[in-house]
């Protein structure tokens, strides 16, 4: 089996090092014997939307989104939809997660976004939203936990698009309506950006099935992997949530 990673705008969406989240599943993949495969998809580059299992954007700085979007709907928007609408898995944090909606809005200036998912993001006054946060997740039909990082100033706020979980302890989208990122097809749109698979592994094997399943037509039963210190770092995060 094989899985074939799109990344998308690897050097200028990376902020929090968001990159590594690359490598945990690449890890994961071969510690199973799965073939993994990355392409970078930077600025300029367009992309078959067939050849891609998973696609990933990371984080960045609003000066960095204003850097890519308008190449973001000139070279790779069409085939962003039709990848997704083949059920390719689709992940993206923070500030690539802000760039999937109708537009991120800042300083009387709206940066377009995809339009992928009905979503819209302003940043209103107010502080940056930071600190640790869990979400509360129901996937592939179980209720999960999802413990991370999160930090920034745009507040989304979703249209008919479902949220990925429930606020348990952070900020979420806008901290107000108690939601947390995006779901749609095999999307996934979140703000919990850092090591975000390595505190969840959980998350990392369901968009390494999803991927595959893409690719091969049937989903996996993934093999469990000895994850005491995944867990232990989940846990962490966890706690630090708890915390406040
Ligand atoms: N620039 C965006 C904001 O602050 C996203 C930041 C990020 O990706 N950390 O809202």
């Known amino acids: 089996m094989k899985l074939r990673l799109l990344s998308l705008y690897p050097d200028q969406m990376n902020i929090y090092a968001d990159r590594g989240n690359i490598l945990f599943l ?23 939307p067939e ?33 997704k609408e083949s059920g390719a898995a689709i992940l993206a944090v923070c500030g690539g997660y802000q760039l999937l909606g109708e537009y991120y809005e800042l300083e009387g200036e709206a940066i377009a976004g995809l339009g992928l998912v009905d979503l819209r993001t302003v940043r209103e006054p107010g502080p940056r939203l930071i600190g640790p946060v869990a979400i509360k997740v129901d996937l592939d039909g179980r209720d999960r936990v999802l413990a991370g990082f999160e930090n920034h100033g745009g507040r989304t706020r979703l249209g008919a698009a479902t949220p990925l979980g429930k606020v348990m302890h952070g900020f979420g989208n806008n ?33 390494i099935a999803t991927g595959l399943e893409h690719h091969h037509g049937e989903r996996p039963d993934l093999e469990p992997l000895e994850d005491s210190l995944e867990q232990a770092a989940h846990e962490a995060a966890l706690a630090a949530a708890r915390a406040g």
């Open 51 to 83: 050849a891609f299992d998973l696609l990933y954007m990371g984080g960045g700085q609003d000066r960095d989104q204003k850097a890519v979007a308008g190449d973001l709907i000139e070279t790779k928007q069409q085939s962003m939809r039709i990848a």
């Open 26 to 48: 690449q890890h994961r993949c071969e510690w199973r014997g799965i073939d993994f495969e990355v392409t970078r998809c930077g600025p300029g580059d367009r992309f078959d």
């Open 175 to 207: 901290g107000e309506d108690g939601f947390e990122g995006v779901r749609e097809d095999n999307l996934i749109g979140t703000y919990l950006h850092g090591p975000l698979l390595p505190k969840n592994a959980w998350l990392a094997d369901h968009l």
